[in-house]
């Protein structure tokens, strides 16, 4: 049995291939804009799929340090720079927040694959260099709760701390357990979502194999076309979106704007 706590959403924050911030990522939506493009970060010559949405634009130093960037696999890249304009958004200072609230402030975003970029990179070094030459921070770079982490150690937040994955529902789900976890009265605040840097040799390749990527080289922009009869296959993707879930309220004492309340059913969502 839910309890009758509220659930509200209090900030946003989107790094997409049509879009490094909401505003941008709203407008060419609505413009219909496609992401679709040649890959541009790897030589596409041996693979069947040669294109996919990539971000454009990007630069990991407007969003963190060159020595932080270095550390992270690009999905906990994408994933702290959306935590942080979520985070800016929704006006959350944590440099300002009491130590209880630091402590009810928690981090769920997951990753439907991880830090593939990085396990590619290191089994080749691995393969050719031999394992003296791994990095040190493999591990720490490839596990997909590690953006959460990361994110939690940069503003001090003590809340829930963890990610669930579940393929292409992953950000879904770690929403959703952001509203549970606080409708449970566990948290007052969680920044939920999720992230993906998938689009390399071994990604490309894995999902060629199964057949499931659209080989439509010829339109990239065109071939992402879910339901149509010519469909004939999925376009990756890569970049990460945040919510801030908050307790209503919690929101409310702090005179946070909202943007709607989140009900267990949708059918009961207000905006």
Request: contains cysteine; negative net charge.
């Given at each position: 049995?839910?309890?009758?706590?509220?659930?509200?959403?209090?900030?946003?924050?989107?790094l997409?291939?049509?879009?490094?911030?909401?505003?941008?990522y709203?407008?060419?939506?609505?413009?219909g804009?496609?992401?679709?493009?040649?890959?541009?970060?790897f030589?596409?010559?041996?693979?069947?799929t040669?294109f996919?949405?990539?971000?454009?634009?990007?630069d990991?130093?407007?969003?963190?340090?060159?020595?932080?960037?270095?550390?992270?696999?690009?999905?906990?890249?994408?994933?702290m720079?959306a935590?942080?304009?979520?985070?800016?958004?929704?006006e959350?200072?944590?440099?300002?927040?009491?130590?209880?609230?630091r402590?009810?402030?928690?981090?769920?975003i997951?990753?439907?694959?991880?830090g593939?970029?990085?396990?590619?990179?290191q089994?080749?070094i691995?393969?050719?260099q031999?394992p003296?030459r791994?990095?040190?921070?493999?591990?720490?770079?490839?596990?997909?709760?590690?953006?959460?982490?990361?994110?939690?150690?940069?503003?001090?937040?003590?809340?829930?701390?963890?990610?669930?994955v579940?393929?292409?529902?992953?950000?879904?789900?770690?929403m959703?357990?952001?509203?549970?976890?606080?409708?449970?009265g566990?948290?007052?605040t969680?920044?939920?979502g999720?992230?993906?840097?998938?689009i390399?040799?071994?990604?490309?390749?894995?999902?060629?194999?199964?057949?499931?990527?659209?080989?439509?080289?010829?339109?990239?922009?065109?071939?992402?076309r879910?339901?149509?009869?010519?469909r004939?296959?999925?376009?990756?993707?890569?970049g990460?979106g945040?919510?801030?879930?908050e307790?209503?309220?919690?929101?409310?004492r702090?005179?946070?704007?909202?943007?709607?309340e989140?009900?267990?059913?949708?059918?009961?969502?207000?905006?």
């Open positions: 049995m839910l309890s009758s706590k509220r659930v509200v959403v209090t900030g946003i924050s989107a997409t291939p049509i879009g490094l911030t909401v505003e941008e709203c407008q060419n939506l609505i413009a804009k496609s992401g679709g493009a040649p890959i541009t970060h030589d596409t010559a041996k693979t069947e040669k996919a949405c990539e971000l454009k634009g990007y990991a130093n407007n969003y963190m340090d060159k020595k932080a960037a270095r550390r992270l696999d690009p999905f906990s890249q994408f994933a720079a935590a942080k304009m979520a985070i800016a958004d929704a959350l200072k944590p440099e300002q927040m009491a130590v209880e609230d402590e009810r402030t928690g981090v769920i997951g990753s439907g694959i991880g593939i970029q990085t396990f590619y990179q089994a080749v691995n393969s050719t031999g003296n791994v990095s040190p921070f493999f591990i720490p770079m490839l596990i997909p709760d590690i953006a959460s982490g990361h994110i939690s150690i940069q503003y001090g937040f003590k809340g829930p701390n963890h990610c669930l579940s393929a292409c529902a992953t950000a879904n789900s770690n959703i357990d952001a509203f549970l976890l606080i409708k449970a566990m948290a007052d969680i920044i939920s999720g992230a993906e840097a998938s390399c040799e071994l990604g490309i390749a894995g999902f060629n194999s199964s057949r499931a990527l659209s080989t439509r080289n010829e339109s990239p922009e065109t071939a992402s879910p339901f149509d009869a010519t004939d296959g999925f376009v990756m993707g890569e990460a945040c919510l801030i879930i307790d209503y309220e919690h929101a409310k702090r005179g946070a704007k909202i943007y709607v989140r009900s267990f059913s949708c059918h009961e969502t207000r905006t």
